[in-house]
């Protein structure tokens, strides 16, 4: 079942055990799917904690709260 879901090919339901073709399909998409660089500007990130991070920081930046834009809370303000 787990080469099933990684080859997403109809032809294994219909009962080609051609194993060797199969475990080739499917890691061969991993490989293809597999991101090993970033490019940001001239900047090269490589490493998966690298590009984590890189990543991470990215998605902060675009759907963060933009600067300037909070404001605090005077708990002062709320009455029980």
Do not use: C
Not at 15 to 41: C, P, W
Not at 42 to 50: R, V
Not at 57 to 65: A, M, S
Request: proline share 5%.
């Amino acid at each position: 079942m787990y080469w099933f879901k990684r080859s997403h090919e109809k032809w294994l339901l219909e009962g080609d055990s051609n194993t060797e073709y199969f475990h080739r399909v499917a890691n061969g998409r991993k490989r293809k799917n597999t991101i090993l660089t970033l490019l940001d500007g001239d900047n090269i990130i490589e490493g998966d904690d690298n590009i984590l991070a890189h990543a991470t920081n990215y998605y902060k930046t675009l759907f963060g709260p933009s600067p300037g834009n909070s404001f605090p809370i005077d708990p002062n303000l709320q009455e029980r």
